[in-house]
């Protein structure tokens, strides 16, 4: 089992930057892939990024490609949402979600995750 605490979130202006960390604690966080999804009120939770344990493998939504990068240092059991270029349609609450499995025609699912930290929020401002 693992817990999951997201923080970095912010407001920030359009073209800004930001960097999310989701820091993992429990048994062996370096064996969990680790997701990235946002959510914004009212619609359904969205994809936005995955990391294999080993780091060996991302896949990243076209909505953030060249913009987002995702990363992870398991000496720190941390897992890191650089987010650059910043759109007011960014805005959301973001969250990191972990699983055990890596499967890339499943990793934007959100039921293939057993784990789930609480959010943090992003807001651009245009």
């Known amino acids: 089992q693992v817990q999951l605490v997201e923080s970095g979130g912010g407001l920030v202006q359009a073209g800004g930057s930001l960097r999310l960390s989701c820091g993992a604690y429990?048994?062996?966080?370096?064996?969990?892939?680790v997701a990235w999804f946002r959510q914004v009120s009212g619609k359904e939770r969205e994809f936005v990024a995955a990391?294999?344990?080993?780091?060996?493998?991302?896949e990243e939504a076209d909505s953030v490609s060249g913009r987002f990068s995702i990363s992870r240092d398991n000496a720190k059991n941390t897992v890191y949402l650089q987010m650059n270029s910043l759109k007011v349609e960014d805005t959301a609450v973001y969250y990191c979600?972990?699983?055990?499995?890596?499967?890339?025609?499943?990793?934007?699912?959100?039921?293939?995750?057993?784990?789930w930290g609480r959010g943090t929020t992003v807001t651009v401002s245009s």
């Open positions: 979600a972990a699983t055990r499995t890596f499967v890339p025609v499943r990793i934007a699912d959100p039921g293939e995750y057993a784990y």
């Open positions: 990391i294999r344990s080993s780091g060996s493998h991302v």
């Open positions: 429990g048994r062996t966080p370096s064996l969990y892939a």
